[in-house]
């Protein structure tokens, strides 16, 4: 715990100007962002007695080591700084709202040749039309539904796409009328493109348009005595109303509004929020965060207004924003929301009328979410740190496991050998600093090497950070060796996006292990890989893995972090020293957590081998050729048909493929010449042997859970896995 006095600015240091402040703790990372209209007022209220202080307040400032600040212009410059800061650095201690959930949005792709409609979850895409968002997927599907038959767009993926245009037979959709087929050209692009855009006019709330013109043609089809066509526009205007239903409308100006509610206590807060366009609520989301400061409710409302609009443009900002309490200052914050819209932005509290009343719904909401949530966290917070507490006991350690790291080696039968790393702090999961690694200082299957192999590289890793911020000083060699610490596949772990608003770039370099670094500085206070010691090592395994990561520790100097293991077939917990193994009770929280963590490891290290595996299995000959890269390799393939006509193909022929020069083609071609080719494909039930088959890859089959294995393995392989 650090004296704040200790790293309190000189008298006349800080300006009295507009600016935002960064409180760094002692591993340079950044643990609170905030702004101020005058940084000298601001700061000085951090540095008063401790016994003065909100309680959160005390302790963000006694785990600080170090504050900073960066002046600005105006106030509303360090708004736009101290939204990018916070969300680059995520600081423990500033107020962060966490979606319960991803909400899913009804998306129109306006930037395909052939717009397509459907659910979409996660960060919004540039040329794609947003509606929502909705509580639930199945909600857009309903809505969808009912839709297709007036507005009959396309719906299917790319790959249902293109195997209908290639067979010229349209899906079932298409044959029902709701799809007007355009994969098989029933419609041209700009016929289906005008098509979509009256659904999105129709879902912007423009339905007056549509209804009308509807029944106009009903009336004329029934005068024609179409009384066919008459009965399908009259189901149609009839689906189109069902769909209007299922959004009331709110307020009766066709008003587009977003109102924000907030209901909190001493220790949380919930945000809940109306999107209305058209005078009907078209969505509904809401958040809960930690109060990990003294916050205002103006404050907390600024805070929602930054995570709501901080990367949308244009008008997906309405013009109308109505909020429980106004931001102090108010004006920064109008100016910055009539920025990103690029017109006027009212942001005010409703006093009278239907958007009062409408207020007062969203507030019951959030004031029901809040209920909810502390019904949901009070039993889990308690949980996690009695369980932390029982993890330090048990392993005597001098105080509980805020972070916990758990390594785990897995492999088949001794191939694609890998360790994976993951961490949880105060008993959560920490995905963004997850890790994997893949073993090369040896061949072969030996789980104690490898656990000591990983060891000495992370921490290795972890010494030479300090080494560059100047908290260790040793002439050590450099590590070689290289780990893949980009996950990638269905776990889309990755280490946080590089640059900051203020940063210097500087030429990308290589860290010891070889790997590019960002071309920031290493000051710069961003979540470096391997940067943070745990005070808890777990290691998936008993006394022998145990000893290997201990003895990785001891030949790096470092004898301040704990080492434990958990051993499957008993849960038994052991220690280095201990020649017997800690049993901690079957119905203990500390036991639960560690089996929690365990798993994780062993799951994160199962489906990173996997992943190799099918790579592996799934590789070609191409995939020998120095410098061919995956876009030519498929327009290669695409341009012969099989990699058995290119390997007959002469270079001439080679060169005619875009992207192909002289030197490429011949080097592929001798690459193809020397590689042998693969048996040709048999049919088992007519014996007819098959010459035109495509030859990428050598042949796989699958196993009981999906994953490729090589053609003739034993049924049982996948029980050898590890």
């Known amino acids: 715990m650090a004296d704040p006095s200790s790293y309190r600015p000189k008298p006349g240091q800080i300006p009295d100007t507009p600016g935002v402040y960064r409180f760094r703790d002692e591993h340079r990372r950044v643990i609170y962002v905030g702004k101020a209209k005058s940084l000298r007022q601001r700061l000085a209220n951090y540095f008063q007695d401790l016994a003065s202080l909100h309680p959160r307040t005390r302790t963000m400032v006694t785990t600080a080591a170090s504050v900073e600040w960066t002046v600005v212009s105006t106030e509303v410059e360090a708004l736009q700084l101290e939204y990018s800061w916070i969300k680059e650095y995520d600081p423990r201690f500033n107020v962060k709202y966490r979606d319960d959930k991803s909400y899913p949005y009804l998306a129109v792709t306006m930037n395909e040749e052939f717009p397509r409609v459907q659910v979409m979850r996660g960060h919004k895409k540039k040329g794609v039309r947003y509606f929502g968002p909705y509580g639930h997927a199945w909600a857009i599907r309903d809505t969808v539904d009912l839709l297709l038959r007036v507005f009959p767009v396309r719906t299917c993926s790319a790959g249902v796409f293109k195997n209908a245009a290639r067979t010229g037979r349209p899906c079932l959709l298409g044959y029902i009328g709701k799809c007007s087929a355009p994969c098989v050209g029933r419609i041209t692009p700009e016929d289906h493109r005008e098509l979509a855009e009256e659904f999105c006019d129709f879902m912007a709330g423009r339905t007056g348009t549509y209804l009308r013109r509807l029944e ?204 994976s790393m993951v961490v949880f702090e105060d008993g959560l999961q920490r995905k963004n600093e997850y890790r994997r690694f893949q073993i090369k200082g040896f061949a072969g299957q030996d789980d104690v090497r490898s656990m000591h192999e990983v060891i000495t590289r992370r921490f290795r890793r972890y010494l030479a950070e300090k080494e560059k911020t100047g908290e260790w000083a040793e002439d050590g060699t450099e590590n070689t060796l290289e780990e893949a610490v980009t996950p990638t596949g269905p776990d889309a772990i990755t280490a946080p996006d590089a640059g900051t608003a203020t940063a210097t770039a500087t030429t990308p370099g290589t860290d010891p292990d070889g790997i590019p670094v960002n071309g920031f500085k290493d ?141 490429t083609a011949e080097t592929i071609a001798a690459a193809l010449a020397q590689a042998a080719p693969a048996a040709p494909a048999v049919n088992t039930a007519t014996g007819e042997i098959m010459d035109d088959r495509e030859d990428e890859a050598p042949e796989t089959t699958a196993d009981a859970s999906g994953e490729p294995v090589p053609a003739g393995a034993p049924d049982d392989r996948r029980g050898q896995e590890r």
């Open 216 to 419: 106009n043609q009903m009336t004329e089809a029934a005068e024609e005595m179409e009384y066919e066509r008459a009965a399908r526009l009259r189901d149609d205007i009839g689906a189109l109303k069902k769909a209007m239903e299922k959004n009331a409308v709110v307020l009766a100006d066709a008003t587009d509004a977003d109102l924000i509610a907030v209901a909190e206590d001493e220790l949380e807060a919930a945000v809940q929020i109306f999107h209305v366009r058209g005078g009907r609520v078209r969505g509904q989301r809401g958040w809960v965060t930690d109060k990990v400061e003294e916050i205002t409710t103006g404050a907390l409302v600024e805070h929602a207004l930054q995570q709501l609009y901080g990367e949308e443009t244009g008008d997906a900002v309405p013009k109308e924003v109505l909020v429980p309490a106004l931001p102090d200052p108010l004006e920064p914050v109008q100016e910055w929301l009539t920025g990103r819209r690029g017109s006027n932005v009212s942001l005010r509290i409703p006093q009278r009328g239907d958007k009062k009343a409408l207020m007062e719904t969203v507030e019951r909401n959030a004031q029901q979410a809040l209920a909810l949530h502390k019904t949901k966290r009070a039993s889990d917070l308690t949980t996690r740190s009695r369980a932390l507490e029982e993890i330090a006991d048990a392993l005597d350690l001098d105080s509980a496991p805020l972070r916990i790291e758990c390594y785990d080696i897995s492999h088949l039968q001794g191939d694609d050998v890998v360790a």
């Open 523 to 663: 000051e710069d206070g961003r979540p470096r890989k391997f940067a943070y010691p745990p005070q808890l090592v777990v290691v998936d395994g008993g006394r022998p893995q145990v000893a290997a990561a201990k003895r990785a520790l001891d030949e790096l100097g470092i004898d301040d972090i704990a080492v434990c293991g958990l051993a499957k077939r008993l849960e038994e917990v052991w220690l280095p020293e201990d020649e017997d193994p800690v049993v901690l009770p079957r119905s203990s929280e500390g036991l639960y957590l560690l089996q929690r963590v365990r798993d994780e490891a062993h799951r994160f290290a199962i489906t990173y081998q996997r992943t190799k595996r099918a790579k592996r299995f799934r590789a070609g000959p191409l995939d020998d050729v120095p410098g061919l890269g995956e876009t030519r390799k498929q327009a290669l393939i695409k341009h012969f048909g099989s990699v058995k006509k290119l390997r007959s193909a002469t270079i001439e022929q080679i060169q005619e493929v875009p992207g192909i020069g002289r030197k």
